[in-house]
């Protein structure tokens, strides 16, 4: 069964850094861009970050540029959000899909809950 399962998120203090990890069973990601998403509470799930499959390009949303930067191990099969100089903002629930668009079905996992918060 293809999984991707979310982890590393919890909470941080502004400013601080957090690291976000999305592990892969069942299928190996080397065929597959991955992108990372999130979804506050009354709002549409938005794109945060996406690699392509060999980690040649990458894509972040205008909100986390110079922030956050998405990488992959594709030998551990897991792609990884390092989130640099949080923000407040930036609380809520982020998810990992095998696609880079959050406008396409997806049978998103449970995600990883971050809290900025002092």
């Known amino acids: 069964q293809m999984q991707l399962v979310e982890s590393g998120g919890g909470l941080v203090q502004p400013g601080g850094s957090l690291r976000l990890s999305c592990a892969a069973s069942?299928?190996?990601?080397?065929?597959?861009?991955i992108g990372w998403f999130r979804q506050a509470p009354g709002k549409e799930r938005e794109e945060v970050s996406c690699?392509?499959?060999?980690?040649?390009?990458?894509y972040y949303v205008d909100s986390v540029k110079g922030r956050f930067t998405i990488s992959r191990d594709n030998a551990k099969n897991t792609v990884y959000l390092q989130m640099n100089t949080v923000k407040p903002e930036d609380t809520t629930v982020y998810y990992c899909a095998t696609q880079c668009s959050a406008r396409t079905w997806y049978p998103w996992g449970q995600g990883t809950q971050v809290t900025v918060s002092s």
């Open positions: 069942g299928f190996t990601t080397d065929d597959y861009a």
């Open positions: 690699i392509s499959s060999r980690g040649g390009s990458t």
